[in-house]
């Protein structure tokens, strides 16, 4: 047992020139795959799952308000702020229809482990607000003529 996680099952993968291992949190009954291997990235991810209810679009929208600051790290944006001196090889986040995905990659093992503290914290304790809905997910404004509305957010557009 390591940090709480108990190795299920280990397995060679030839062909990826990788260790796979597989890992579960023995408290919450997450899920951790670590795969060894000589590639010189680093890669780390979270993935939950996040089935929709409806088309709203609402999974997308907490994709991108999870990214907008955080218990330690308030900054309206710091995911702007790390990439102007990270040295990440990879830095973004994806919503699929049934799970959000957070990944993250970088060459350079400190920037790796800042990178991920950044994630973590994000994805875990976000700062969302009622301002980052208005800006995130999709709202209405007035048009462009008298008494006509129009929808605008960052994820609607």
Not at 43 to 61: C, E, K, N, Q
Not at 137 to 151: F, M, N, Q, V
């Amino acid at each position: 047992m390591s940090h709480g996680f108990i190795l299920v099952r280990e397995q060679s993968l030839p062909e990826l020139a990788s260790l796979a291992r597989l890992w579960r949190h023995e408290a919450t009954g997450a899920e951790l795959l670590s795969c060894l291997n000589a590639d010189e990235n680093k890669v780390f991810g979270v993935s939950l799952r996040t089935p929709p209810a409806d088309s709203s679009g609402v999974a997308h929208i907490l994709e991108h308000s999870v990214l907008c600051g955080s218990r330690k790290y308030p900054v309206k944006e710091p995911f702007v702020e790390l990439l102007k001196g990270s040295l990440q090889t990879f830095l973004n986040a994806f919503t699929y229809p049934d799970k959000t995905c957070y990944p993250v990659a970088s060459a350079n093992l400190r920037d790796f482990y800042n990178l991920i503290d950044v994630y973590l914290d994000a994805v875990f304790f976000p700062r969302i607000s009622e301002e980052t809905f208005r800006q995130e997910g999709w709202h209405l404004e007035g048009g462009e003529s008298p008494g006509s509305l129009s929808y605008k957010g960052v994820v609607y557009n």
